[in-house]
């Protein structure tokens, strides 16, 4: 039987009246003033792979960014396989690129259409081959053995946050990526780590720290919950590390890896990567926001998710662009296209708190040219709509009736099924009843800091 928890104050309902903001001209002129990161952001990622790179073609997808009002590609830097002529000892080539120069190509024809260009670095690990020149740089278990994600064929050897492959190397790599093009940010994938890591570094950080070993699996509770927060530490070391790296390059390049899921808090604990890292050093805000899961059992989201993830993240971190990540083409069934009615929904959903949007297309090519392009122009005027009202959008403040009390802490306490079930259910009440609701997260408590008048709490 399902244990009640009596601590419904981890989802405090505050009745409250907020004031409808109404952006003053001088907001307006503000908000075009800003960097291009800060504003309302249509996306579009088309995730190569190998062979698409060999015949990708630049100009018939700038056609359809343009007749999509698509302003921002993201497109395949490198890590595990290398999408450029990268020059580092431990660069791995993509074969089917040759001798072409494919990311120039890309960042020519976009900056010429006045489309930004992010590259995606992923540095969650190196085949054998690679990690035999330096098995050093790379994480291990507790009996000293390689860590090794076997759900890739072949499987993939871990790093660390520690490691010389996610410090100096990574930075090498981007660095080197700001140097040969013109590109506008990099976006971080896989940006966190699932495992413990026993190599050198990691014992060596910890026992100067504490004065002794990194806790195995037998060890107690009280010296994994000391593990935890040190390991919070070094990931935000990492990331520091990465946006300063990118920042050499300008403010006005970007930074940004994954926003987590909102319902998951063990996850943030147990990386060490949590939605505070998030808010502190990503330049705008994304979150994958797929229509069914990604699983062989198809489920549905309710179709308020993506307007109940802008809401969250304007919450988390109001002057950085909250953005939801879609596939036209679905997650699990990459080269089917999605419900189109159920897609337009969960796009104008977001589109109406503010969100930006990020099409995620897997399937290599531009939605125009892939083998199914049913929904290639399915978001066009959802995408339009937030070019033509990106300056009212950015400064959107929508008027809300009831704040949920978003707390980190109650959800490490309660654990992920008995933070999320009731927050799911609180959701769904007030999508339900046409309640407009917005979310106050644990840093912003304070009714001054809150900005709302007549405050009085239900629990
Ligand atoms: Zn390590």
Not at 94 to 105: F, H, T, V, W
Not at 408 to 416: C, V, Y
Request: glycine letters at 6%; a negative charge; proline letters at 5%.
């Amino acid at each position: 039987m399902k244990k009640f928890y009596p601590i419904t104050f981890l989802i405090l309902l505050i009745a409250c009246q907020s004031q409808t903001q109404k952006p003053e001209n001088s907001d307006i002129k503000k908000a075009t003033e800003d960097y291009w990161h800060q504003q309302p952001l249509r996306i579009l990622q088309t995730v190569l792979r190998q062979p698409d790179a060999a015949n990708y073609n630049v100009d018939s997808l700038i056609r359809y960014m343009n007749d999509v009002h698509a302003n921002v590609l993201v497109i395949n830097g490198g890590g595990i396989v290398d999408y450029f002529q990268n020059t580092l000892p431990m660069a791995n080539i993509n074969p089917y690129i040759g001798d072409r120069d494919l990311l120039a190509e890309i960042v020519e024809g976009c900056h010429a259409n006045n489309i930004k260009v992010i590259t995606r670095v992923d540095f969650r690990g190196v085949h054998k081959e690679r990690y035999n020149l330096h098995p050093d740089w790379f994480a291990r278990d507790e009996n000293g053995n390689p860590i090794i994600l076997n759900y890739t064929t072949p499987g993939l050897y871990a790093p660390c946050y520690n490691g010389y492959y996610r410090n100096e190397h990574s930075v090498e790599f981007i660095s080197q990526l700001f140097e040969k093009y013109d590109i506008n940010g990099i976006w971080h994938n896989s940006v966190n780590f699932h495992y413990t890591c026993y190599c050198d570094q990691c014992q060596l950080k910890y026992y100067e720290e504490y004065q002794k070993e990194i806790p195995v699996k037998s060890s107690p509770e009280h010296e994994w919950e000391e593990y935890y927060k040190w390991n919070k530490i070094m990931a935000n070391n990492q990331l520091a590390l990465m946006r300063e790296t990118v920042k050499k390059y300008g403010d006005d390049k970007s930074y940004a890896a994954e926003v987590f899921n909102m319902y998951s808090i063990e996850q943030q604990k147990h990386t060490g990567i949590s939605l505070y890292s998030a808010a502190e050093y990503f330049d705008f805000l994304v979150t994958v926001s797929f229509i069914a899961n990604n699983s062989a059992n198809v489920v549905y989201k309710d179709i308020y998710y993506p307007s109940a993830l802008v809401r969250f993240l304007k919450s988390l971190e109001p002057e950085k662009p909250p953005v939801i990540l879609f596939g036209g083409n679905g997650t699990e069934h990459r080269y089917i296209y999605d419900p189109p009615l159920d897609s337009r929904l969960w796009l104008w959903e977001a589109a109406a708190t503010g969100g930006g949007f990020w099409n995620c297309y897997f399937n290599g090519s531009s939605p125009a040219n892939t083998l199914d392009q049913r929904n290639a122009y399915l978001a066009s005027d959802a995408y339009k709509y937030i070019h033509e009202n990106e300056s009212l959008i950015q400064e959107l403040q929508p008027v809300t009736d009831v704040g949920i009390f978003y707390s980190k802490a109650s959800g490490e306490l309660l654990g992920d099924e008995n933070f999320s079930f009731p927050l799911k259910g609180t959701l769904r009440l007030l999508e339900e009843e046409h309640y407009q609701y917005g979310f106050i997260y644990s840093t912003q408590i304070g009714i001054r800091k809150i900005g709302f008048n007549n405050l009085e709490i239900i629990s």
